[in-house]
């Protein structure tokens, strides 16, 4: 192991952010975790992190609305997709795929993802 690899391992920290039947399907929480601003997402029951920061401009991205949205059609029908999948930027609408932190509008931007894992029979860790 490299003394590089070591140092990142060494700096990697945990956080014990709250119990799964805290955050029900479709709500966030959004908390301070060792200086940095993070968005605590449960979509559809799957847990997600994100840096509460907007690739785009700098907005408080996970204050948005999560949502879905319509999805390009050359027929001229409405194709609705993402849904509750998507946190959209209160600043300029920019949209992000919440799993992933993919940005629609551009895809060279990506919002800073963070994992999780829920531990010890219902807490959910944010990793750092």
């Known amino acids: 192991m490299t003394d590089q690899v070591a140092k990142k391992r060494r700096s990697h920290k945990q956080f014990v952010?709250?119990?799964?039947?805290?955050?029900s399907p479709g709500q966030r929480k959004i908390v301070d975790l060792d200086g940095k601003c993070i968005g605590l997402f449960n979509i559809?029951?799957?847990?997600?992190?994100?840096?509460n920061y907007c690739p785009h401009n700098g907005g408080a991205l996970c204050q948005g609305p999560i949502t879905g949205t319509a999805l390009p059609t050359?027929?001229?029908?409405?194709v609705y997709s993402y849904e509750e999948a998507?946190?959209?930027?209160?600043w300029h609408g920019w949209e992000f795929?919440?799993?992933?932190?993919?940005c629609l509008v551009d895809t060279k931007l990506k919002a800073k993802t963070y994992q999780v894992t829920v531990e010890n029979g219902g807490d959910v860790v944010v990793h750092i």
Not at 17 to 23: E, G, N, P, S, T
Request: net charge negative.
């Open 17 to 23: 952010v709250c119990k799964v039947a805290d955050l």
């Open 44 to 51: 559809k029951g799957q847990f997600y992190a994100l840096l």
């Open 74 to 78: 050359e027929d001229y029908e409405f």
């Open 86 to 90: 998507l946190v959209r930027c209160g």
């Open 97 to 102: 795929e919440i799993a992933t932190g993919k």
